[in-house]
């Protein structure tokens, strides 16, 4: 079970905008730690979307932005598209459980 | 060419063990933390261990805490991790993940390997 929760799907039409949450506690995104974000495409490995709550790596699309607030961050897809089918998982650091922890994750449709 | 390649996954009895790798490549290996990270089938991501880039200090998640051990080898450009007394709650697809960020409590993984797939099964 892990200590990041996000919903569990989203669902948009071309061209639309979806937004993803990730809600933790004062252990993790609350006590200030980055949040990071994860796209996986249906059988392949994770890939780095977002790092240090709003920064994207070089070759990702300016349609995906992260922000954070509080104990919560959220990304958001932009003008979604056929090729953003996927799943989504937020990432921090628990001082709690002195690691890493990853979101429950959330699968998004493109209707 | 920047790529993680693991290794040493299969089918292995409860209470026994088996060592994962994970070469690298196209990266200066010593200059980074790496972690393992598994996934379950049909479930979601699970951290399970990381290492610093000399190897000097080791993390765990508590459901591994004591049963596997993670290593590397800066002159051989690879990760490990022993993993022993498997349950069937550790069968899963064991990724390595390049970490990086300015300290520790904020690494994020910029690189992952294609994985390979642990059975924990009788």
């Known amino acids: 079970q892990s200590v990041l929760t996000q919903p569990p799907s989203v669902s948009g039409a071309p061209g639309q905008r979806v937004t993803i949450s990730c809600t933790g506690s004062?252990?993790?995104?609350?006590?200030?730690?980055?949040v990071h974000w994860y796209q996986q495409l249906p059988g392949t490995a994770p890939k780095l979307l977002i790092y240090?709550?709003?920064n994207r790596p070089s070759g990702v699309p300016d349609r995906f932005s992260g922000s954070k607030s509080g104990t919560s961050a959220s990304l958001a897809i932009s003008g979604l598209q056929a090729e953003d089918e996927a799943d989504y998982y937020c990432q921090s650091h628990d001082s709690s459980l002195s690691g890493f922890v990853f979101g429950t994750g959330t699968k998004v449709t493109v209707l | 060419e920047v790529q993680l390649v693991e290794s040493g996954g299969g089918l292995e009895q409860p209470g026994g063990s088996l060592r994962l790798s994970c070469a690298a490549s196209?990266?200066?290996?010593?200059?980074?933390?790496m972690s393992w990270v598994r996934q379950a089938p049909g479930k979601g991501l699970e951290w399970v261990s990381a290492i610093t880039g000399g190897g000097g200090s080791t993390y765990y998640a508590d459901s591994v805490k004591g049963r596997f051990t993670i290593s590397r080898d800066n002159s051989q450009n690879t990760l490990y991790l022993q993993m022993n007394s498997l349950r069937a709650e550790d069968t899963a697809v064991y990724y390595c993940?390049?970490?990086?960020?300015?300290?520790?409590?904020?690494?994020?993984?910029?690189?992952w390997g294609r994985g390979t797939l642990v059975t924990v099964s009788s």
């Open positions: 196209g990266f200066t290996f010593s200059n980074y933390g």
């Open positions: 993940a390049k970490g990086r960020g300015a300290s520790l409590v904020n690494w994020y993984f910029d690189l």
């Open positions: 240090g709550n709003s």
């Open positions: 004062s252990s993790n995104i609350g006590a200030g730690y980055d």
